[in-house]
């Protein structure tokens, strides 16, 4: 599909002129063991249509029975969300026609959400921002067209679309915020900080593995523009199925700048669903909206309502974990860090590592040095997640132990740490088969300094004459000549003393 | 008396005693309906091997020693509404012509657990919609009792099959009075239990809110029997009621009605009413208090309502229950000639699949969820519901059991209300109610009709979960109108 050449106002300019409003509804994907209304596992990656039942694949005569434990979860999300619970409600069916839903409706929820009415706090440059929460509810994923054929992989021009059901009937919770609203030139930043947010209270809550990249959370991201001055919203797009925090924050403000210049050249927007492209940062035009779809929503006669008691859901509430904004802040306290170092800890998924790290014993600075540093360097190198590597926060623990006790520096450290990666055993058992025990032994060490004297004679002179900073360049030959095994402290103490220079 | 004549009580017994076996009770059936069914047409789909198979397995299990329930060996036919793992399952619609379907309903398969042998399945309206099997897509079945009539519907199969000697028993599924009235109809005894008393896991769906699943027999005490055999919670159906199975063979045995109060429905009467249904029903209502029940007259004002309700609930959920039939799965599948989109597909197989009524009731149904009509249709719809429930909840607190005529005539010819949707739909006028209100309601033969000779039904309405007393009551004038006829009403029926 082509589209005439998008212009854009510059981003500064548009907000200078206009004032975004925002909306997000996000869709997470429970990680229950069963799906939505029927038994099939819902294991990511199975061979095509291999976890399918007649109920899933909406056989004829076939009925759902609600997940218990999705209900649950739900509701876990909706307490942790600030939102109320319903006493009452009941699921609806969703009526449109599409290859991927089986029944050709959608059992979702209407006009009576399972939990309503919350928010959520975001963080942006250390102002906080509350995105208000319109509902929570709950409802089953449909199936997966790949259209086959056609230059756009969009239905319209393939030759042929395949189905695979594995994905129909997995639970799928939907976050609706309210309108967002005095964000102002940070709307790109909030709307990434509240999917960063709330990917990181479901991770905390354990509810869903919240991996963008496999669809497991995906955002709808809402964008629309007022003039300043002006109290009365502007036509919103929708860009659907924006899948990576990077993305939500690029598809706003790739449609601030859009609609910025389509309403200064006073043209109006549509309203209308826009596709998001990773690699022009660009969103085009998808489905209009203009002439609504009519999905006559009803209750689902199927199912019985929901009714969660009181007492249970006080039960879940009071058995909530920690959030992630009063954790960040007590770790904050914990470990001496900046907001800054926080959230460069958030965005490389080290926190919990860094935090069991410590929890094994190691002191905190140093359980976050190794994590961000060395490991997340490596774990970029090889392409994988930090939490993927084959090391364990005890593990890195230990190695922080065997440096501080001096058995092992640094530089040793991380060719511990590059044995543990390669598998060749625990830390002890990496210095064991290396070789990597730092020189303690006084006397191999005082025979390799006098040969370092030996050999730099001049350096040595000069340390001899008062200019003590010279004595570095011996260190350097001292760890050369002993591979980096000798301790450099004790190293350069032996120096001066030799040398007859005191401290 | 042959096999075909004996109950389903007293087939199970001969089997259990070895006098018989299930084969030669199941060949004898099958005999019998390779005589009559070229005129009664109840069956869509009958397979002597896989039927002798399974009375087969039965007669190895009870000579293995195996404990077998009362009805172990004894014949049954389904609605082709069931799912069946061995025989196809259509609906009575083109749109699943020779669908095999991967799973046993929950109640064939509990029946099959309980050994009975499954003779093949029966024709019905389409998707269960109609009143007289006119609708099915593979013709009419015929009345046992004239040929030239219907049998009822949408269960007019499975109850011209029991009527017709073919089967002892049957399944038929009642959404607005589809198993009360082909009973009625053909002289059979038909139960729709308490909904959410028989499973629907496995029954096509028509009207979810509404669809209840339930037995035909040619007695009061065999409909209690199959009745017990398939009831029961299931986990798979989230609207099934877990609570314990009324006891309705021990009712069906007592068949008592001295003490009891019994309310006959004002607003089942007057204009439309058969003069021969109306004079048997009296009747009916002298025989019950000269046996001893209280009868007493009561309005439920709001059941004149119930007929247009009902015809605004139903075909909503029949607009989303019939959506899942679009080519890309299962069943027809019309146009895809490889330039057509999925949609375009779509639309034809359910323009070549569907019958005029199915389409009918789906656009009825899709105008009424439609976005600012949901409130005026939909919406108020349920609302008369509420109140037709509040009736019943009334009555109940005055009177045991309702009764009235089962439907306001007897069998019409076929053809005669094809073309008249409203008229059709008049034949449900006194089983809606029920339906709506979810309680239980039977109906039993109660005589011929002056006019035409031609069975009349009674309808007995009980309480939510108050099944056994159709049973109780239905038994207590089975028993009485047996003596006075000196033998069961099908006794009079022509020869096939």
């Not at chain 1, 523009?225 to 659907?240: A, D, F, Y």
């Amino acid at each position: 599909m082509t589209e005439t050449t998008t212009t854009l106002m510059a981003y500064d300019e548009a907000l200078v002129r206009f004032e975004p409003v925002l909306g997000i509804e996000t869709h997470v994907e429970l990680g229950t063991a069963s799906k939505m209304f029927c038994g099939c596992p819902t294991v990511f990656g199975g061979a095509p249509n291999t976890q399918v039942c007649p109920v899933c694949l909406g056989l004829p005569g076939a009925l759902p029975v609600a997940n218990a434990q999705a209900i649950e979860s739900t509701i876990r999300i909706g307490l942790a969300l600030n939102c109320s619970i319903a006493e009452w409600c009941r699921f609806a069916r969703k009526n449109y026609f599409y290859p991927d839903m089986p029944k050709n409706f959608q059992i979702s929820q209407y006009d009576e959400p399972l939990c309503f009415d919350g928010y959520l706090d975001v963080e942006v440059d250390g102002k906080v921002h509350r995105v208000g929460i319109e509902r929570v509810h709950l409802e089953e994923d449909t199936g997966k067209s790949t259209h086959m054929g056609g230059a756009t992989g969009r239905i319209h021009g393939a030759d042929y679309s395949i189905v695979d059901y594995n994905r129909a009937g997995i639970p799928l919770v939907e976050i609706v915020t309210k309108p967002i609203e005095g964000t102002d030139s940070l709307a790109p930043e909030v709307a990434k900080a509240y999917a960063t947010e709330l990917r990181e209270l479901m991770r905390a809550l354990g509810v869903s593995d919240v991996r963008m990249e496999e669809g497991s959370m995906r955002c709808d991201v809402n964008v629309s523009l007022m003039p300043r001055g002006s109290s009365e919203w502007g036509t919103r797009t929708e860009t659907k199925n924006v899948n990576s925090l990077r993305s939500v924050e690029r598809s706003v403000r790739h449609e601030i700048e859009r609609q910025a210049a389509v309403l200064a050249a006073g043209g109006r927007i549509v309203q209308e669903t826009r596709h998001f492209h990773e690699d022009t940062g660009a969103t085009t035009s998808g489905r209009s909206k203009e002439e609504a779809q009519d999905y006559r929503y009803f209750p689902e006669p199927d199912l019985v309502p929901i009714a969660p008691a009181r007492s249970f859901v006080e039960e879940l509430k009071a058995t909530l974990p920690e959030l992630p904004s009063v954790k960040r802040a007590r770790l904050m306290a914990e470990w001496s860090v900046s907001a800054l170092d926080m959230e460069a800890m958030y965005n490389a998924d080290a926190v919990d590592l860094v935090e069991a790290t410590v929890a094994a014993g190691a002191p905190a600075a140093d359980a976050r040095k190794w994590w961000m540093g060395e490991l997340a360097r490596r774990a970029n190198e090889s392409g994988t997640a930090l939490a993927e590597l084959a090391i364990t926060p005890a593990q890195v623990a230990r190695v922080t132990e065997l440096v501080a006790s001096g058995a092992l520096n640094d530089k040793l450290a991380r060719q511990v740490f590059e044995g543990v990666l390669a598998g060749e055993g625990s830390p002890d058992e990496v210095v064991a088969a290396r070789g990597l025990q730092i020189v303690n032994d006084e006397g191999e060490l005082s025979a390799i300094i006098d040969q370092v004297i030996a050999d730099n004679a001049d350096a040595a002179d000069k340390v001899r004459n008062g200019k003590v900073a010279a004595v570095g360049a011996l260190v350097g030959g001292v760890m050369k000549a002993s591979r980096g095994k000798a301790d450099a402290g004790r190293a350069r103490e032996l120096l001066l003393e030799k040398l007859g220079v005191t401290g | 008396m042959s096999l075909t004549q004996k109950s389903a009580a007293e087939l199970g017994r001969l089997i259990a005693s070895g006098e018989t076996s299930a084969v030669e009770v199941a060949q004898a059936h099958l005999d019998r309906i390779t005589s009559v069914e070229g005129k009664v047409k109840a069956f869509l789909h009958v397979d002597a091997e896989t039927t002798l198979a399974q009375a087969r397995a039965v007669d190895e299990r009870r000579a293995a020693g195996e404990e077998l329930g009362p009805l172990a060996g004894v014949p049954i036919a389904h609605k082709d509404v069931f799912t069946t793992v061995d025989m196809p399952t259509t609906a009575g619609s083109r749109i699943l012509e020779n669908w095999r379907p991967p799973y046993d309903a929950t109640i064939t398969r509990r029946l099959r657990e309980a050994g009975l042998v499954f003779l093949g399945k029966t024709n019905l309206d389409e998707f269960a919609m109609g009143s007289s099997t006119e609708n099915s897509a593979y013709g009419p079945t015929h009345n046992p009792w004239d040929l030239t009539r219907i049998a009822g519907g949408s269960s007019g199969g499975s109850a011209a099959a029991v009527a017709a000697f073919e089967a002892p028993l049957s399944t038929g599924t009642d959404t607005g009075g589809s198993i009360r009235q082909p009973a009625a109809v053909t002289g059979i005894v038909g139960m729709k239990p308490t909904y959410g008393g028989s499973s629907r896991y496995g029954l096509i769906a028509f009207a979810s809110s509404l669809d209840t699943p339930g037995p035909f027999a040619r007695n009061v005490l065999d409909a209690a029997l199959l009745h017990e055999a398939f009831s029961g919670h299931d986990p798979y159906d989230s609207t099934s009621i877990e609570a314990p199975v009324p006891p309705v063979a021990e009712a069906a045995r007592q068949g008592d009605v001295a003490g009891l109060r019994i309310g006959v429905i004002k607003e089942f009467s007057g204009e439309g009413y058969q003069p021969g249904v109306m004079a048997r029903f009296r009747e009916t209502v002298e025989l019950l208090e000269s046996l001893g029940a209280k009868v007493v007259e009561l309005s439920c004002p709001s059941f004149t309502y119930a007929l247009p309700a009902y015809y605004l609930i139903a075909p909503s959920e029949v607009s989303s229950n019939l959506a899942r039939f679009d080519a890309m799965r299962y069943g027809l599948r019309v146009g895809d000639d490889g330039t057509r989109s999925a949609e375009e597909v779509m639309a034809l197989t359910r323009a070549a699949g569907f019958g005029p009524e199915v389409k009918r009731r789906i656009m009825l149904g899709t105008y009424a969820l439609s976005s600012g009509y949901y409130d005026a249709y939909y919406g108020q719809a349920q609302k008369v519901r509420t109140l037709i429930a509040r009736d019943f909840e009334a009555a109940f607190h005055q009177v045991d059991v309702l009764i009235s005529p089962t439907t306001p005539t007897t069998a019409f010819p076929i053809g005669e209300r094809a073309d008249d949707p409203m008229a059709m739909y008049l034949a449900d006028l006194c089983t809606i109610p029920t339906n709506l209100a979810g309680n239980a309601a039977i109906s039993i033969p109660c005589g011929l009709a002056d006019e035409d000779d031609l069975p009349v039904g009674l309808q007995i309405i009980a309480p939510v979960l108050g099944d056994d007393r159709c049973y109780r009551v239905g038994a207590a004038v089975e028993r009485a109108l047996h003596d006075r006829w000196g033998g069961d009403l099908l006794s009079k029926a022509p020869a096939l």
